[in-house]
C-alpha cells in the first residue's frame, strides 16, 4: 500500500475538504442499504489523511489538533459513520507518539505513513463499567504474550490494518496490544445492529490465544500518571463528528424548506422560507452549530496550548473546554436533526428521502459516554478549581 504525504495543516484541510464532499454524495444510500464504506476508507488512507499526526521528525505533518479536529468536522458534514472510524486511529497515533519507544515509533509511523488503519478493541460487553477490563495478556517465557478476551463496539477493527486491543497484565496494569488484522486467534464479527451510524461495522473482535510479540505491546497504563491529554483529544474528536452531523442536518432542512416545503396558511407568506415563525426556529437552530464549532475551536487551541506546555493546570484547563465543546455539540446534534422534521413538515419524513440518519447517526454518537458526567466536572471546576479525574473519556 502507499499513500500521499501531506505535508502542512493548510493541504490538511483542502483535502479534507475534498474528500468529504465526494463522501457525501453517497452517504445517503449507504446507510439506507448498509453498504460498509472500503473503497471510502481506501480512498482515506491514500489521501495520506491518517498520517498527519504523525511527527514531523518522522516524516509528519505533525499538524496541530485544531486542524484535525476540523478535519473531523468536515467528515462528520458528509457521512457520521466513515468520521467515527478513524477516531480511535487518531487515539491509538497518540499512544504511540506518548508511549512507544523509538524502535516502535519509527516501525508504526512508517506503517502509518503508508497509509495503514489502526482499528481499536476497547470495549468489553457485560462487564461491571467501561473501565472494567477483563482481556488479559500473559507473558510468555521468550518475553512474549498470549492476548485472550472479547471485545465490542470495535469500530473500525474490521477495516484495519492494526488493531489495538486494551488488556490487562497479570500485575494488572493495562496495555495496549497492536495486533495485526489478519493474526491466528483474531476473528472481527461484522454483527454491529445499531440504528445509527449503521456502516461503521462496530462489532466483536474474538480474541483466543492470540501470540504478540513483546515490542507491539505499549504501556498504556502510564498514560494516567502525570498531566495527560488522552482523554481530552479523543473526545475532542467525538465532539467535532457531532458538531459536523449538526451543520450538515442544518443545511439539510434549510435546502428542504428553499425547495420543497410548502408554507403554512396562516402565515400569509409566498414560501416556506419566507415565514417568519420558520426564520426564527432557523435562527435558533443556527444559534446552536454556531456555539458548537465555537466551542470546538476553542477547545482544539486549548489543547494544542497544552500539548506545547503541559502541566496539571494546562491538561485540566484543555479537559474542561473540550468537555464544554462534547456537551454543547452533543445537544446540538440531537436538536437540529429531530428539528428538520419540525421546520422541514411531514414529506420530510418519507423513508425514501432518509433524512432520519442525521437524527440516528447523532442520537447514537452522543451515546458513546453521558454528558452528564462532563456538566458535573464543569462544575465543580468552575466552583472550587477541582480538576478533572485522569481518563480516557475526559
Known amino acids: 500500500m ?99 519507544t523509538p524502535e516502535q515509533q519509527q516501525f508504526f509511523f512508517a506503517e502509518l505513513l503508508a497509509g495503514r488503519r489502526l482499528g481499536n478493541a476497547q470495549s468489553e460487553a457485560g462487564t461491571k463499567h467501561v473501565q472494567d477490563i477483563r482481556t488479559r495478556l500473559r507473558r510468555r517465557p521468550d518475553g512474549s504474550y498470549l492476548l485472550s478476551g472479547v471485545k465490542h463496539y470495535c469500530t473500525g477493527a474490521l477495516f484495519a490494518h492494526w488493531i489495538p486491543v486494551l488488556a490487562r497484565a497479570e500485575d494488572d496494569t493495562l496495555h495496549a496490544a497492536y495486533v495485526p488484522r489478519d493474526a491466528p486467534g483474531l476473528r472481527v464479527v461484522d454483527d454491529w445492529d445499531g440504528m445509527g451510524q449503521r456502516t461503521t461495522a462496530s462489532g466483536t473482535v474474538h480474541l483466543t490465544d ?11 497504563h502510564l498514560t494516567f500518571q502525570g498531566p495527560q491529554l488522552h482523554g481530552a483529544f479523543a473526545q475532542l474528536l467525538h465532539a467535532a463528528i457531532d458538531a459536523g452531523i449538526a451543520a450538515d442536518a442544518l443545511a439539510e432542512a434549510a435546502a428542504f424548506v428553499r425547495t420543497k416545503s410548502r408554507p403554512w396558511f396562516e402565515s400569509g407568506a409566498e414560501s416556506a422560507a419566507d415565514d417568519p415563525l420558520l426564520i426564527q426556529r432557523f435562527g435558533e437552530l443556527g444559534l446552536r452549530v454556531r456555539s458548537a464549532e465555537a466551542l470546538l475551536r476553542e477547545a482544539a487551541r486549548t489543547v494544542d496550548a497544552a500539548r506545547d506546555d503541559l502541566t496539571d493546570d494546562s491538561a485540566a484547563a484543555a479537559s474542561i473546554a473540550v468537555a464544554a465543546a462534547k456537551v454543547v455539540a452533543a445537544q446540538a446534534a440531537v436538536e437540529v436533526s429531530s428539528a428538520l422534521f419540525e421546520v422541514a413538515g411531514t414529506r420530510a419524513a418519507l423513508q425514501s428521502l432518509n433524512l432520519h440518519r442525521h437524527w440516528r447517526d447523532a442520537r447514537t454518537h452522543t451515546l458513546h459516554d453521558p454528558t452528564r458526567w462532563k456538566v458535573q466536572h464543569i462544575g465543580r471546576y468552575v466552583i472550587d478549581g477541582t480538576r478533572p479525574p485522569r481518563h480516557g473519556l475526559l
Open 2 to 100: 502507499t499513500a500521499h504525504v501531506i505535508a502542512d495543516d493548510a493541504e490538511a484541510l483542502a483535502v479534507a475538504a475534498e474528500l468529504a464532499e465526494e463522501f457525501r454524495a453517497g452517504a445517503s444510500l449507504r446507510d439506507a442499504e448498509r453498504r460498509l464504506p472500503r473503497q471510502e476508507l481506501d480512498r482515506l488512507s491514500a489521501s495520506g489523511l491518517l498520517a498527519v499526526t504523525v511527527p514531523a521528525g518522522h516524516g509528519g505533518a505533525d499538524v496541530r489538533t485544531e486542524t484535525l479536529a476540523e478535519i473531523f468536522r468536515l467528515l462528520g458534514s458528509a457521512d457520521g459513520s466513515i468520521a467515527q472510524i478513524p477516531q480511535s486511529h487518531f487515539v491509538y497515533v497518540n499512544v504511540i507518539r506518548r508511549q512507544g
Open 210 to 220: 492470540v501470540a504478540v510479540p513483546a515490542d507491539r505491546v505499549l504501556p498504556h
